[in-house]
């Protein structure tokens, strides 16, 4: 078992025999993102439904919707952008109604991924504004997973000038962050005819 999988383990067996129950969906959720990093996507479904179920049980909107993007991402990733979508529909209703700005911004984000391939001008239309509103804000994280999928919207379309230019703006400020993303290779950059 990986050190970040024992840390997850052993604060998640904490939550639950405190009876946390918010605490316990959020730690579920960070496994369920350390089994994905670990390859094991049926670990991570199942912990990202348990996630849901958790923090359904409690009232808290703000992690009910940044747990369904966690889970919409996961499921884009895994090419089930319908399911992405509509996971991610329901975040930003959460988040709307909770006048939560930072989870209505990675709700957005989401829902825009998961558009890229279906509904690229849809996907365009939801993340322009927000990026704008992200700069604005200096959510330096934020603005970063906006400008890659944004890039990943360009290289789609077939604009793989601006669609680098938006990348290496991304990985800058995964950079300043010294978050992991820095580090990663978009598809369309390293197989740009997959």
Known sequence: MSARRRRCSSRWSWSE???????????????????????????????????LATADSVDAPRWQSTLRSSFAQWL????????ARLLGEEALKLAQAAHDAEAVSRATIEIARAQITTDAQGSAA???????????????RLLADALSVFSNLYAVLGKGDEARKLWEEARKLYTALEHPAKSLEPAWLTQPNA
């Not at 939801?126 to 330096?140: K, S």
């Open 17 to 51: 025999r405190l009876n946390l129950r918010l605490q316990v969906a959020v730690q579920t959720g960070n496994l369920a993102q350390t089994a994905s990093e670990l390859g094991d996507d049926d670990a991570a479904a199942k912990l990202h439904l348990r996630a």
């Open 76 to 83: 884009t990733a895994n090419g089930r952008t319908d399911e």
């Open 126 to 140: 939801g993340l322009a504004p927000l990026i704008t509103t992200l700069r604005a804000q200096n959510n330096r």
